[in-house]
C-alpha cells in the first residue's frame, strides 16, 4: 500500500475539490509594509514617550497622548439619547 503525502491528500480532500484551495492571506507590498511600521512606530512612542529627557519630544507627547485618546471613542461611538 502506498502513502499519500501531505500536500495530495489535502488537494484530494472533498472540500478542496468543491471550493478550490484555500487563500493564503493578503501579499506584503511595500505601502502596507510601511504603514505598519509607521503605524507601530507611533504606538511605541505612545507606550514609551513619557521616557524620553528632552523637552520638545515631551511637549509633542503632552499634545499626541490626549489628542489620540480623546478622538477615538468620541467619534465612534455616538452620544447617548436625552429623554
Do not use: C
Not at 511600521?37 to 515631551?58: D, K, N, R, S
Amino acid at each position: 500500500m502506498k502513502t499519500k503525502g501531505l500536500t495530495t491528500a489535502l488537494t484530494e480532500s472533498w472540500e478542496n475539490r468543491v471550493f478550490g484551495p484555500a487563500p493564503t492571506g493578503p501579499r506584503s507590498d511595500g505601502l502596507g509594509v510601511v504603514s505598519f511600521a509607521i503605524h507601530a512606530l507611533i504606538g511605541l512612542y505612545l507606550l514609551f514617550g513619557w521616557l524620553v529627557p528632552y523637552g520638545m519630544e515631551l511637549a509633542f507627547y503632552m499634545v499626541l497622548l490626549p489628542a489620540v485618546a480623546g478622538n477615538g471613542w468620541s467619534t465612534a461611538v455616538p452620544a447617548p439619547q436625552q429623554y
